[in-house]
């Protein structure tokens, strides 16, 4: 029972470089959300989906993509990297009622 | 807008001098809030979670209570290992999971 996979763990990206962020749970969460954190700030809510099909913008989602094809995946993309993007990113799942919210490992992305 | 506030940014405390961190949160239907705590370089690590006010949880020194406008974490005689990032969020009943920007503690021998 692995929880939350995210991958990679460390990434460095030229400027306009595009990568995917992958996130993968085994938990059958209906909830899951990627986040970013700068150094010294709470999370940031890039986007999140509430099932299979349904995703939504949070707080964040300007420069970014995702989808939701299956439950258990939940890719985040950026298509053209822009150093402001250099950060921690977070994937996390939820059940609703359930005790809290489960966290990948993180991902450190640098971008020059 | 759904949105979570806590206070203070930073705290510096004494060893055994008890204090309370605050969450202030507006939310379209509160489905729950959590706390969760954060070391350097890591990731989030789980607390409490509250669903509705009057609520109260404790897990050795830490102490969570909530009303319908805010949260509280109360740290009791704390400890150096207790230095950490405090962070708050609340579900809304869209789904949507937000946090506070954190509360960095030290406390100090």
């Known amino acids: 029972n692995a929880g939350v996979t995210q991958t990679p763990k460390f990434r460095i990206l030229k400027i306009g470089q595009s990568m995917t962020l992958q996130c993968t749970q085994d938990?059958?969460?209906?909830?899951m959300y990627w986040y970013r954190q700068d150094p010294g700030m709470g999370l940031k809510l890039i986007y999140y989906?509430?099932?299979?099909?349904?995703?939504d913008k949070g707080e964040v989602p300007n420069g970014y993509n995702v989808s939701r094809s299956t439950t258990e995946d939940f890719p985040l993309r950026l298509e053209l990297a822009a150093p402001s993007q250099t950060s921690v990113y977070f994937c996390?799942?939820?059940?609703?009622?359930?005790?809290?919210?489960?966290f990948g490992q993180g991902t450190r992305l640098t971008v020059v | 807008e759904d949105q979570v506030t806590q206070s203070p940014e930073a705290l510096r405390l004494q060893e055994g001098e008890s204090s309370s961190l605050n969450c202030s949160y507006t939310?379209?239907?509160?489905?729950?809030l959590f706390w969760y705590r954060q070391d350097p370089g890591k990731g989030p690590e789980f607390l409490f979670t509250?669903?509705?006010a009057g609520e109260e949880k404790e897990k050795e020194r830490l102490k969570a209570t909530l009303t319908k406008k805010e949260s509280f974490l109360h740290i009791t005689a704390p400890k150096p290992e207790d230095s950490a990032t405090y962070l708050c969020?609340?579900?809304?009943?869209?789904?949507?999971?937000?946090f506070g920007q954190g509360t960095t503690l030290q406390v100090k021998p």
């Open positions: 996390a799942t939820l059940q609703l009622m359930n005790t809290e919210a489960f």
């Open positions: 938990m059958n969460h209906n909830y």
């Open positions: 989906s509430v099932g299979a099909g349904i995703t």
């Open positions: 939310v379209s239907g509160l489905r729950g």
């Open positions: 509250l669903y509705s």
């Open positions: 969020a609340v579900v809304s009943n869209t789904g949507k999971l937000i």
